[in-house]
């Protein structure tokens, strides 16, 4: 549906809302026709908030994807993440040899 027709229809809509909900507020011709004004006041200018969002969202779609920087940037993090990997390898395998550094020094003075 074209932007246009929605917002057509959803005009239409909030005059026929606005007609019925005078009718049944209000006691009067005066406010029958406030009523209806002003509700399809609200739903004509929020149709076009709505075509607006929906225009702002297709728009940004269509622009292009810099995905040789976004790679760039993905390679820096995963030569990061695998500097941190090999750190914490190495210092699981200190902490390995200083465990059974320690059982075999707690096993020899046990039997000394």
């Known amino acids: ?13 909030g005059f026929f809302v606005g007609i019925v909900f005078g009718i049944l ?4 011709a005066e ?15 929020f149709s076009h908030v709505i075509i607006a969002f929906y225009f702002r969202t297709i728009v ?17 993090i995963v030569k990061e993440i695998n500097k941190r990997e090999n750190l914490i390898d190495a210092a699981a395998k ?8 320690n059982k075999e020094h707690s096993l020899g003075e046990k039997s000394a």
Do not use: C, R, W
Request: hydrophobic share 45%.
């Open 94 to 101: 200190v902490t390995d040899e200083a465990i059974q550094a």
């Open 25 to 28: 507020k209000s006691f009067d």
């Open 60 to 76: 940004m779609k269509t622009y292009g994807f810099p995905k040789e920087l976004h790679e760039k940037h993905l390679d820096k």
């Open 1 to 13: 549906m074209l932007g246009e027709n929605f917002v057509y229809f959803f005009t239409v809509q």
């Open 31 to 45: 406010g029958l026709l406030l009523y209806t004004f002003f509700i399809t006041a609200f739903f004509y200018l």
